[in-house]
């Protein structure tokens, strides 16, 4: 997602318990959204409620101004993408129905440090295929995770999200976005992808932060993007499903920076 600079940063522990600190806020206001987004609810009502769980943390927004490639500026907290809309979906009067699936996308900053996250909700009775399809979504994002270890090859990250999501059913890998290295700024070096050969690129060394985000789809991994110049939707109409969390790489195994529960891989 988004633009990125151009180097691998290394965190201090110090900067990595910021860094959980702003994990925290980001893991509690996708808890508070995930409970209020059911049938009758708009997008604009998830992203008021982001807006006043980083008031009430005393954090600012990683997304809100936020500007890619020319667009115009990033209107809202959140990223609220609904059935067909995979990434950058911009909330509003939208109304969620029963067996939608909506992709909450929220980052936070804490004194100059982000954490950035995502879920994807099933709203009401939801197909069975596209619940599968969120399943096998954040089933891969957890692979991807575990193989964010010290030593480890950057594309190692991407080869396990790849293997999890090919095992279990024809589904569409989005190309076109990935992961990111996250610190200092929301997006940095190295992008991540979500397919490939294991043991290429960068070596994992402690200190280092990604954001490890993919993005699967029903039918065709292909994409397009509104005339609103964010919201990433399929090109063949089919849904998609949206996880992310940022990790850590530390000599003790990933830590899972945005999770509620102190998770170490």
Known sequence: ??????????????????MRAAGLVVARALAAMEAEAAPGSTTRDLDEIARDCLADNGATSSFLGYQMHGAVRYPAVICAS????????IPGDRVLRDGDIVSIDFGAIVDGWHGDAAVTVLIGNVAPEVAEL?????????????????????????????????????????EEYGGHGIGSSMHMDPHILNYGPPGLGPVLRPGMALAIEPMATLGSPEVGVLDDEWTVVTADGT???????TVAITEDGPWVLTALDDVRL
């Open 134 to 174: 969120s399943r096998v979504t954040r089933e891969s994002m957890w692979a991807g995770l575990g193989a964010a270890r010290v030593g480890a090859h950057l594309s190692d990250i991407g080869h396990a999200v790849e293997t999890v999501i090919r095992a279990s059913g024809p589904y569409g890998i989005v």
């Open 82 to 89: 609904v059935n067909e809309e995979i990434v950058h979906g």
């Open 239 to 245: 849904w998609a499903s949206h996880w992310e969390h």
């Open 1 to 18: 997602m988004f633009r990125r600079k151009s180097s691998i940063e290394i965190k201090s522990p110090d900067q990595l318990a910021i």
